[in-house]
């Protein structure tokens, strides 16, 4: 998995390339443990280019999710190509976050 972090107004957005696994989530890890993640109040998670995503990467989004929500922040999933909406889904991840069609309408939302 790559990983493309870029802010817009104050909104990180991470925009995930290839298959969401314990790799991948690994990296998000890291920023969550050195605070980068804590300083937005929005974090939108772009799965337009996740090829998939297993386990560890929906636990990677409910983790981010609770704890930004704890400190009052957001999180969003935008553009999921189908079986990755279809993963999200089954792991009941829209009670959870915002599920946008596109990052543009994500950034909207934000």
Known sequence: MNLSLLVHQGTLVARVYGPFN?????????????????????????????????SFGLG???????????TGGRTLVVNPQPQVRESLERADLPSMVEMHPTEKRGLVAA
């Open 22 to 54: 314990q790799s991948g989530g690994k990296k998000i890890l890291r920023l969550l443990k050195r605070g980068k993640i804590h300083t937005y109040s929005t974090l939108i998670f772009d799965l337009n280019h996740a090829s998939s995503i297993d």
């Open 60 to 70: 990677i989004i409910f983790l981010i999710a609770h704890r930004l929500r704890q």
